[in-house]
């Protein structure tokens, strides 16, 4: 089936494999932005779903020197004030939780910058003179992941909080990078030489459960959001070494039947003991849960490592679609979900 270009051009009616394909670019997008000039003690970056996902890419690079926070909630952090760098983040410019944040960062008197493609977060961005790195439309916000770290990578460069001086070139290579792993994936490669198709094959008609340490938690996260948004498939995902203290335990006794599989997301640029956190838990839950998928990141540097997890997971999850029957691009009930909130 996964060798069936009709039958692939047929489901991916959206070309969701195409975009996948191309994702490398997007490393390459130029934001024009003013510098800024102003002191900060903190970030808060609010954004939903797919446009929270570069946010958590930034954690393991850049990385940052003040203290950042993710905000997927209403209203804002209480310890907004103007030394706040609050970064609205929005693929469609309309997203409620994100507007709401954007009110209580005005109202503690943060600076603001956009990160949209339209909508009413641009509209404001404009009529209130905010910065705005103005997103390449996207047929959803997931498919955009690297266009976001490149805008926010701008947002931090700009406002003299991250020393970019080679992150450009850093940039480039690793899009050469990914542009040659990609080419391994792609639908015209045969499944006997494509090791996204043969790991599509092996989960199907399982829920996955990811796993990652620290530096590739955010790919790990990619992947269960892939998973459930392109195959409209569960999963799940947790760092380690968080997992070790808890949910370990759980895979030893109920489900007795586990309708699972487990996916490794490893680097050796973790932590040595998380790396051998692996290795041991693997030992202690042999034949108490499904044997790992181990996923060894390629690459020379942890952004490399991390990138090509992403873009594995991203053919992993499109060729689940394609196996679950399924066009991998459109989220009609979430779409549902927020027209029946406006009711």
């Not at 983040?89 to 960062?105: M, R």
């Not at 996207?138 to 266009?147: I, K």
Request: net charge negative; glycine share 6%.
């Amino acid at each position: 089936m996964l060798d069936d270009l009709k039958y692939i051009h047929n489901k991916d009616a959206e070309d969701a494999l195409g975009v996948a394909a191309k994702q490398w670019e997007q490393l390459e997008t130029v934001y024009d932005l003013p510098d800024t000039d102003f002191e900060v003690d903190n970030i808060v970056f609010a954004g939903m779903g797919g446009s929270a996902l570069w946010a958590l890419l930034s954690l393991t690079w850049p990385g940052y020197e003040v203290p950042f926070e993710i905000w997927r909630r209403y209203d804002g952090p209480a310890y907004m004030s103007n030394k706040t760098l609050l970064i609205v983040s929005s693929y469609s410019g309309n997203t409620e939780e994100t507007l709401s944040a954007l009110k209580a960062g005005e109202k503690a008197g943060a600076h603001i910058v956009v990160a949209a493609s339209g909508g009413k977060l641009v509209e404001i961005a404009h009529e209130k003179g905010y910065p705005v790195a103005l997103l390449p439309k996207a047929s959803q916000p997931r498919f955009g992941a690297l266009n976001g770290l490149k805008s926010l990578v701008t947002i931090l460069e700009k406002a003299g909080l991250v020393s970019t001086e080679g992150a450009e070139k850093t940039l480039h290579e690793t899009a050469q990078f990914l542009k040659a792993e990609i080419s391994n994936w792609l639908p015209d490669v045969p499944t006997a030489n494509n090791l996204a198709k043969q790991l599509a094959l092996e989960i199907a008609g399982t829920s996955p459960v990811i796993y990652a340490g620290p530096k590739m938690f955010p790919a790990a996260y990619k992947w269960k959001i892939s998973f459930n948004e392109n195959a409209k498939n569960i999963a799940w995902c947790n760092e380690i070494p968080e997992f070790s203290h808890n949910e370990f335990l759980g895979w030893t006794s109920h489900p007795v039947d586990k309708p699972y599989s487990v996916i490794d997301l490893r680097s050796t640029f973790e932590h040595g003991r998380v790396q051998k956190r692996f290795l041991v838990t693997e030992r202690l839950l042999s034949g108490q849960r499904p044997a790992p998928h181990v996923v060894d990141a390629k690459g020379d540097s942890p952004l490399e490592h991390l990138l090509y997890c992403v873009a594995f997971g991203d053919f992993v999850s499109l060729y689940t679609a394609l196996l679950n029957g399924l066009n991998p691009t459109p989220v009609d009930l979430i779409e549902k979900m927020k027209k029946a909130l406006d009711e």
